[in-house]
């Protein structure tokens, strides 16, 4: 197999950022964002217009890769995701006074008294 002669760089973490901000993170460390479909539209196309978010990115960020090779990402638009957590219709969202009172502490004694003796 020959060796590429391109500068190894490091995948930075994107996920979590909106697409623009991503793309310019992954830009300014050498390497290009993509779709997971290589015969589809590019990642630009599908994430815009409008405000997308990165959901997952391959490889994982602090991978070595060669400059300016692809790090596949999912991206979503915002207010669209589905929320997998599951909510009882009788719960309701903390009030302010929840909030402003602090919890009570609960203290957990780990010395060892048979060491004192």
Not at 47 to 72: K, N
Not at 78 to 98: F, N, V
């Amino acid at each position: 197999m020959v060796d590429r002669f391109a500068l190894r760089v490091t995948v930075p973490d994107v996920v979590g950022m909106p697409f623009h901000i991503g793309r310019d993170v992954a830009g300014a460390a050498g390497v290009a964002l993509a779709g997971r479909d290589p015969d589809g539209p590019p990642i630009a196309a599908l994430a815009w217009p409008g405000l997308f978010y990165i959901t997952a990115q391959h490889p994982p960020a602090g991978t070595r890769v060669y400059e300016w090779d692809s790090v596949v990402v999912d991206v979503v638009e915002h207010g669209s995701a589905e929320s997998t957590a599951h909510r009882r219709p009788d719960d309701r969202p903390p009030g302010l006074p929840e909030h402003a009172e602090p919890g009570r502490d609960q203290v957990i004694d780990l010395t060892d008294d048979a060491a004192e003796r």
